[in-house]
């Protein structure tokens, strides 16, 4: 039974800060890497602080091993201050523990470093996970000798396998869960972005309707109007003018309603880059689609409104996806510098657009798909302009289409 417990505190002490975390990120939808760095930097905090009050080792001497997980989600959300400071906090912990191996504790914790920074890259997150635990196991063995000198290590040696097995276990399910639960939220916000664009068409439909009732009355007067009756000029003009002025309201409302309303913020460029193509993998690969990236590591901040550039990048990777319709379909993204801007390029080797369609693409309502409204371009392009920022298509039919959008960098200093 205390084996049980312990295990149940351990996991309430780990899931109960990452769930708040998640229904927080949930409500606030978004945040800028700042934002972001910070409650991942809380959330360490608060698990480590749980950790050491309420949980307890099952070895006697042996400190505790779930207190590292809180530093494998700081790796997996890619949070440098949050690697940091949760490092330095584990560290002084263990130093309590082995007061006279500091040197090696610190040098403990670089190679962990050097594990995970490369984790994406070259090895996948959970196989680090694996050779986190296996030198976790080799650093306990060897200052657990050292303390016991020997003698007792041996007894010890079944409960502390078992710890750093209970350890991997709980790394790797605590990752799964975090996976999981972002994944959830990002296909809700992707479903409630499809339901403002049925919300759009609706709202296009309505418009015109209204629009159409004060139009179809002037003609109807308009019919029965006789320029040599005075008395039909005196009773038809005033009811003419009314109309006109009430298409006119609508038109104003119609437009302010739909005005393109961005508030800007210092944003990582290349992180709302990493969420967008993340979110549109699946759809690519349900499509049989190869997506080919090449992002710059470094941060990039611009000043920008995170959801309605997710809006922009998402319409036109889902627009090069339509296009993809043969065999061994490609869609590259890659990003460069040139004269402090950032180019945002977006190429596929699908259909292709003719001159004259290249021509039209920007105008409103202008649209070569059967369904389509003729406004995401329009709209994106409205989007890049209110950041300062130009929007350009180049294609050739049959070959290629290639969307390159230039945002100015913002300097934070």
Not at 243 to 255: G, P, S, V
Not at 270 to 279: F, G, Q
Not at 323 to 331: H, T, W
Request: glycine share 2%; charged share 20%; net charge neutral.
């Amino acid at each position: 039974m205390e084996i049980i417990d312990v295990t149940i505190l351990n996991v309430v002490c780990i899931l109960m800060p990452l769930t708040i975390y998640l229904l927080y990120t949930a409500y606030e939808k978004t945040f800028n890497k700042k934002e972001n760095d910070l409650l991942i930097l809380i959330t360490m905090f608060t698990m480590i602080y749980m950790s050491l009050k309420y949980d307890t080792s099952l070895v006697p001497g042996l400190p505790l091993l779930w207190i590292n997980i809180p530093l494998i989600i700081a790796y997996y959300k890619k949070s440098s201050i949050s690697i940091l400071i949760t490092s330095v906090l584990i560290i002084s912990y263990y130093y309590i523990f082995y007061s006279n191996y500091l040197v090696l504790i610190i040098a403990e914790y670089i190679l962990y470093y050097l594990l995970f920074s490369k984790a994406e890259k070259h090895i996948k997150f959970n196989i680090s996970i694996l050779l986190f635990c296996t030198l976790k196991l080799i650093f306990i063995l060897f200052m657990m000798s050292y303390i016991y000198q020997g003698t007792n290590i041996i007894n010890y040696f079944i409960g502390i396998l078992f710890e750093v097995i209970f350890l991997y276990i709980a790394m790797s399910l605590t990752i799964i869960i975090l996976e999981k639960t972002e994944d959830m939220l990002k296909l809700h916000m992707n479903l409630k972005e499809i339901e403002h664009d049925k919300q759009i068409k609706t709202s296009l439909f309505q418009i015109t309707h209204e629009i159409k009732n004060p139009i179809a009355v002037c003609k109807g007067y308009l019919d029965m109007f006789d320029v040599n009756n005075p008395k039909h000029a005196k009773k038809y003009i005033p009811i003419l003018k009314e109309e006109i002025n009430r298409t006119l309201i609508l038109l104003e409302d119609f437009l302010s309603m739909n005005k393109v309303k961005v508030n800007k913020e210092p944003l990582d460029i290349n992180l709302l880059l990493d969420e967008v193509i993340k979110n549109m993998k699946m759809m690519c690969h349900q499509n049989n689609i190869e997506i080919q990236t090449d992002i710059l590591d470094d941060e990039i901040y611009i000043s920008g409104d995170y959801n309605r550039l997710t809006q922009v990048f998402v319409n036109i990777i889902k627009n090069s996806i339509e296009a993809c319709n043969k065999k061994n379909s490609k869609i590259k993204i890659w990003t460069e510098i040139i004269d402090n801007k950032i180019k945002i390029n977006i190429k596929d080797n699908g259909k292709g657009m003719s001159k004259e369609v290249l021509e039209k693409i920007k105008e409103p309502f202008y649209t070569t798909k059967k369904k389509g409204t003729g406004l995401g371009v329009s709209l994106s392009n409205e989007i890049i302009l209110a950041h300062n920022g130009t929007l350009e298509y180049t294609s050739k039919e049959y070959k290629y289409t290639l969307v390159t959008a230039t945002l100015p960098i913002q300097k934070l200093y």
